[in-house]
């Protein structure tokens, strides 16, 4: 005789994480993800990459560093990130350099990705790293 029905246990939602100077562009992927996503994220952002600091840890689900900021730099803060337990492949660079140019800045064991924020190609593989994150 089965027992009692097991209770579904709700996925909570995935903690995204974005330090980057500009606030209109944080607030951007604010609205973006909310619309895309709903409440299978939260979204947190940080202007300044020092207030940031205190809440570095395993459970972020996605980090965005942009690369260039005042008092710390994108590398410093993922290596201090990644200190802090937050897995590299869960770390991703955001700037607005030349895609090849954050390739040769980042290796594959410092981070998940480097993404161009203004090219449109880069934003299109940014959505499928992010589907992928939200789906896990």
């Not at 980057?20 to 993800?33: H, I, K, P």
């Not at 809440?55 to 972020?60: A, F, N, S, T, W």
């Not at 390739?103 to 589907?131: G, Y």
Request: glycine content about 6%; hydrophobic content about 45%.
């Amino acid at each position: 005789m089965p027992g009692p029905p097991v209770p579904l246990v709700a996925k909570r939602p995935k903690r995204i994480v974005m330090v980057d100077d500009s606030v209109a562009y944080a607030e951007t992927w604010r609205r973006g993800l909310e619309a895309r996503y709903g409440e299978k994220v939260t979204f947190e952002s940080y202007a300044n990459p020092i207030q940031v600091i205190p809440v570095l840890g395993p459970g972020i689900d996605l980090l965005l560093l942009d690369l260039e900021m005042p008092v710390f730099d994108g590398r410093k803060l993922a290596a201090l990130a990644a200190e802090r337990g937050v897995p590299c492949k869960r770390i991703v660079i955001i700037s607005a350099h030349d895609a090849d140019e954050l390739h040769a800045l980042f290796s594959t064991e410092t981070c998940l990705a480097v993404i161009n924020k203004t090219e449109p190609r880069q934003q299109a593989a940014f959505l499928m790293i992010l589907d992928s994150v939200v789906k896990r």
